[in-house]
């Protein structure tokens, strides 16, 4: 499988909201375990995990907080989602 076609798994909340104020959205949310949501991102933002991690990524900070609420209310959709598929 190649970069293109590989997926990364990101769970930490800060990191997802990072991903989105630089412009990279999750292609879905996997909510398998009823304890953690799963935002699945492309592979091509492993450099922006790489430069997070190693605290070299500068974001507009209003932004950031509006990703932040952004990705609390995927997360809120996606439990009412399972709620109402019958899950936990």
């Given at each position: 499988?190649?970069?293109?076609e ?57 932004e ?8 609390k ?16």
């Amino acid at each position: 499988m190649d970069q293109a076609e590989e997926l990364i798994v990101v769970s930490d909340l800060t990191l997802i909201a990072t991903l989105m104020t630089l412009k990279q959205f999750p292609v879905s949310i996997d909510r398998h375990d009823a304890k953690r949501i799963n935002f699945i991102f492309p592979a091509t933002v492993r450099p922006y995990i790489t430069q997070y991690w190693a605290k070299q990524l500068l974001v507009d900070p209003l932004e950031l907080s509006n990703q932040l609420k952004n990705a609390k209310g995927r997360i809120w959709e996606a439990q009412a989602a399972s709620k109402s598929e019958g899950g936990a």
